[in-house]
């Protein structure tokens, strides 16, 4: 599968952002989803994370309450719409796809990854 990221651009602290990843292939739903992300100078960091039908998601304990992960199967399309931004979400952001089993917030556990879409928060 092959994702392609979008979204990213500069936003105020306390504003909003919706990012999108589109992925080809007809085995879209097959995959959980999961965003990622980097700042300068740090490790890739998990973001969130939703199961192949969409009912389950997960996310990390800095994002919780803010961001919130979808996905539309029909359209192989996952969403990650970002609330309450702070100058820390401030990373490039990376969508990814996984062959396991269930949600998962490893990198490793992760087959594919798109390009990433770069996030700026000024405060």
């Known amino acids: 599968v092959q994702l392609q990221a979008s979204g990213g651009g500069l936003v105020q602290a306390g504003g909003s952002l919706r990012l999108s990843c589109a992925a080809s292939?007809?085995?879209?739903?097959?995959?959980?989803m999961g965003w990622f992300r980097q700042a300068p100078g740090k490790e890739r960091e998990f973001v969130a994370a939703?199961?192949?039908?969409?009912?389950?998601?997960y996310y990390a304990d800095s994002v919780k309450g803010r961001f919130t992960i979808s996905r539309d199967n029909a359209n192989n399309m996952v969403y990650l719409q970002m609330d309450s931004l702070k100058s820390e979400d401030t990373a490039v952001y990376y969508c990814a796809a996984s062959r396991g089993w269930s949600v998962v917030v490893g990198a490793r556990e992760y087959d594919y990854w798109g390009q990433g879409t770069l996030v700026t928060v000024s405060s």
């Open positions: 939703v199961s192949r039908g969409g009912g389950t998601t």
């Open positions: 292939g007809r085995t879209f739903s097959t995959y959980i």
